[in-house]
């Protein structure tokens, strides 16, 4: 262990992985430290969605998570034992991104993947490590860390608090984490079960008061079960698996043959956020930032694109190609997204949970006889996968987005489409990922070369041919344009045509003048 580094990340979980990931892709040195003795054994969450498996083929990881992961095709409705109806997850849009599916696949193994990259870098976790505390030094910090009953002080220009819902940076820092806490008490289990309920899809058992769902996992006859317990077990101190497993069966209306139960938990949840994501050089990610119910599969992953959305920031400062400012659009970017991110789970939780009538009569027959219904029409399965998959999460308010182009605007991510180049078909996402020698990429169509030179952007010309114009039709472009990449895959800058000096303008708010 150096004694100085330019970045320290505090936790080892599923979020300081990612951003030591994404740090390691930008040639940036860094210490990442976790107490825990090495990647959890437990498989937490469970769902990855379609924008995290786009950040993970940036990688070159998605074939590999693709290769040990449950693809769901649904959700079945059970009540009083009986399956009522299924909801199909089939062709959500294969237009939209090439990983348009529900995919299982644990936090455990998002963490030992993201591990084994680093060390195939040559990069290591320092496990048994702890933070203990933290002084400003200048514009860094002095970093109190606790191994083997030692104490050693590093120096960092940046610190990363990845370190979860209990965050000891976040407490230390004094940075306000408001919210509330559920009143339900909340259960959570790996698990095996004798009963013949679906295989490859989501299963949801309803009830008068509460509400069991389980997810398929790798193995036979293994599932993820989470749910909530009645209220007489809100404030009992000792709750059994028994206890759960005999209640479990109760609401499901049929005896689900519990056996083999890896892990099991029963806790409260919370709903809360920072008032900033950052304080300086000081910066909050994943649970550290935010914490929310898990309806909806969204938490796992907001924290890996926290890291997305910081990392490549942090990279161009450190390498002195942006200018300091630029960090504050973490927070610009990614607070807005943590507030609607709890107001809709929020809602969502209250609709499955609670037990007014109304609750009571959509959780047990409305939802169950309308959502196949409804995902059935092409236009609302659509709608309901772009909210579910985080793909169209956006930056449009961004002080790094300027201009428009057809139907794209500048702040979205930089939709999926495969173009023709050289006679070959080509997904966009890998011409953007095997062009990435630079930190930025600018893409122009049917255009003159634009006239400049900046060595932080590289210049990519889409081939002009009849499939590739139709296609960039097809997904909003006009017939020319000029359009700026940030490395997360979102639209910095977006024009009809290249205006030189409108164009630096813009850059120069966050980049340095060329010398």
Request: glycine share 6%.
């Given at each position: ?8 990340i505090?936790?080892?979980?599923p ?50 998570i ?38 299982i696949?644990?936090q ?9 990259y680093l ?29 083997e009953?030692n ?39 790996d ?15 309803v ?13 036979e006859?293994r ?55 950052n ?16 309806a ?135 011409l953007?990922?095997?062009?990435s ?31 590739n ?39 120069k ?7």
């Open positions: 262990m150096q004694t100085s580094y330019p970045v320290v505090c936790g080892a979980g979020t300081g992985l990612m951003m030591a990931a994404q740090l390691l892709r930008f040639n940036i040195d860094f210490l990442i430290v976790d107490k825990k003795a090495a990647p959890t054994n437990e498989s937490r969450a469970v769902v990855v969605q379609a924008k995290s498996m786009e950040i993970y083929e940036q990688l070159n990881l998605s074939d590999e693709l290769s040990d992961a449950i693809k769901t095709d649904g959700l079945c409705f059970w009540r009083n034992g009986r399956k009522i109806s299924h909801a199909s997850f089939k062709n959500f849009g294969s237009d939209i991104t090439q990983f348009d599916f529900l995919l696949y644990e455990s193994k998002n963490e030992l993947l993201l591990y084994n060390r195939k870098n040559q990069q290591e976790v320092e496990w048994n490590t702890e933070f203990i505390a933290y002084r400003k030094e200048g514009e860094g910090f002095i970093v109190s860390l606790k191994k009953n104490t050693v002080e590093i120096e960092a220009q940046y610190l990363i608090a990845c370190d979860g819902g209990n965050s000891a940076l976040r407490m230390q820092a004094l940075m306000p984490f408001t919210g509330g806490t559920y009143e339900h008490v909340f259960y959570v289990a698990t095996h079960i004798h009963a013949n309920i679906c295989r490859s899809s989501l299963n949801f058992f009830a008068r008061d509460t509400f069991n769902l389980f997810f398929p996992m790798l193995g006859k599932y993820r079960a989470i749910g909530i317990l009645p209220k007489e077990y809100y404030h009992k101190k000792e709750i059994t698996y028994q206890d759960v497993s005999q209640q479990v069966d109760k609401d499901a209306g049929m005896d689900l043959g519990f056996y083999e139960t890896q892990w099991y938990s029963t806790y409260k949840l919370h709903h809360k956020k920072v008032k900033a994501f304080i300086g050089n000081l910066f909050f990610c994943g649970d550290a930032a935010h914490v929310h119910s898990p909806g599969g969204q938490g796992m992953n907001t924290g890996l694109q926290d890291a997305y959305n910081l990392a490549w920031k942090l990279a161009m400062v450190i390498q002195q190609k942006a200018k300091p400012n630029l960090l504050s659009t973490y927070h610009e970017e990614r607070n807005p997204v943590a507030e609607n991110l709890l107001r809709t789970t929020d809602r969502l939780f209250s609709l499955m949970s609670q037990d007014q009538w109304f609750n009571a009569l959509m959780r047990q027959y409305i939802a169950p006889t309308v959502a196949p219904v409804l995902l059935r029409i092409k236009a609302l399965r659509r709608r309901f996968f772009l909210l579910a998959s985080q793909v169209e999460i956006n930056y449009l308010d961004s002080s790094l987005a300027k201009g428009k182009c057809g139907k794209l605007k500048a702040g979205m991510r930089f939709p999926y489409f495969n173009l023709l180049v050289a006679g070959k078909s080509i997904s966009v996402f890998h953007i990922r095997d062009n020698l630079l930190p930025l990429l600018l893409f122009y169509f049917n255009i003159s070369r634009p006239n400049f030179n900046h060595p932080s952007i590289l210049e990519v010309e889409i081939e002009h041919n009849n499939f114009e139709q296609v960039l039709r097809k997904v909003g472009f006009t017939s020319c344009f000029v359009c700026l990449i940030r490395p997360d895959n979102y639209i910095a800058y977006l024009s009809e045509s290249f205006n030189d000096g409108d164009f630096q303008q813009f850059i708010m966050f980049l340095y003048d060329v010398a």
